[in-house]
């Protein structure tokens, strides 16, 4: 009697990131560009945090969604660089099982809250604009509130549903992953699992809640604009536009990538690999490294404030 064949499979323990060299030249360039964007991320997001949150001028709900915008930066690009410092510095691309399991829920939950906030973002706008007489009633500071404690309940639910779909599935043997973090798409492409169904809702379920995120943003502008059109003087429409389109250039540039590192099927070949590495950093570090800059710099209010608080310390001194 011929026993059946027995597949030899090794229940995977951690994996392996190749998403930049740990070594030589190169290595010692990500380390720098990674410890420099990271620095300067803690800085912006973080001076954002402190004088929003100081400054009784800016306790207003613009600055509201955006003090909630820049901690969920923080949480996006402290759920991947980090990793990738240290493994640069240890010069091991390795991560645990569970590590794997931390940071891909952290990444998840911060990118939904981050949308939402967006999204919430442009509706302030919206009624800042359109409906300047009622602004108080419909931003007062409970909705506030409760809309950005649904945002991270929300991006939490999310994170949950994934993190639980992508680690159901079985890993054995092969665990290459080729990404500098650990990322839904990379994961599915290398687990031995024959049903993906467990994974493909989350999917489904964050592509439709970002398309819906998006033309609800894209509605928003659109009367925005119409509105912003029938304004008579030249510096009026300047200031709206100033601060409505490094807004929308936000939400296009964060989506785009994100769509499109996710839509694409992952793929062995090293010059596809590279370039979804690449689109992946698009999403994941420059939005939280380039966000301080993008609303604090031509933003007069955030310039005041930050007179103020340096004239404060100085004071003290």
């Not at 229940?11 to 990271?38: D, P, R």
């Not at 402290?78 to 091991?92: E, G, M």
């Not at 570090?285 to 031509?298: A, D, G, K, Q, W």
Request: aromatic share 12%; charged share 10%; net charge positive.
């Amino acid at each position: 009697m011929i026993a059946p064949e027995v597949t030899n499979l090794t229940a995977v323990t951690e994996f392996i990131l190749l998403g930049f060299a740990t070594q030589g030249t190169m290595g010692f360039l990500h380390l720098l560009l990674f410890s420099l964007v990271y620095l300067c991320t803690l800085l912006g997001n973080g001076l954002i945090i402190l004088i929003t949150t100081l400054d009784r001028h800016l306790h207003t709900p613009m600055y509201f969604f955006l003090r909630s915008l820049s901690f969920s930066d923080l949480c996006l690009i402290s759920a991947t660089v980090p990793k990738s410092i240290a493994s640069s510095l240890r010069r091991s691309s390795s991560i645990s099982f569970p590590g794997c399991v931390v940071q891909l829920f952290m990444m998840i939950m911060s990118a939904g809250v981050k949308l939402t906030l967006l999204m919430l973002m442009s509706v302030d706008l919206y009624a800042a604009i359109c409906h300047p007489l009622h602004y108080d009633v419909i931003m007062s500071r409970d909705r506030c509130v409760q809309l950005t404690a649904v945002s991270w309940l929300g991006g939490g639910l999310l994170a949950v549903m994934h993190t639980a779909g992508t680690f159901y599935l079985s890993y054995c043997g092969f665990n290459v992953v080729h990404q500098f973090f650990c990322d839904v798409p990379q994961l599915v492409a290398i687990s031995c699992s024959g049903n993906l169904l467990n994974e493909l809702v989350p999917i489904l379920i964050s592509v439709v809640w970002s398309i819906s995120c998006f033309i609800f943003i894209v509605i928003s502008y659109v009367h925005i604009f119409s509105a912003v059109r029938k304004i008579p003087s030249t510096e009026g429409k300047v200031k709206v536009y100033s601060t409505c389109l490094p807004h929308l250039l936000v939400v296009v540039l964060f989506l785009c990538m994100a769509f499109f590192a996710y839509m694409k099927p992952a793929s062995e070949s090293p010059s596809m690999s590279d370039l979804i590495i690449y689109i992946s950093m698009f999403y994941t570090v420059v939005p939280p490294t380039f966000n301080p800059i993008i609303y604090s710099l031509r933003n007069q209010a955030m310039k005041s404030a930050v007179g103020r608080l340096m004239k404060g310390v100085l004071t003290k001194m």
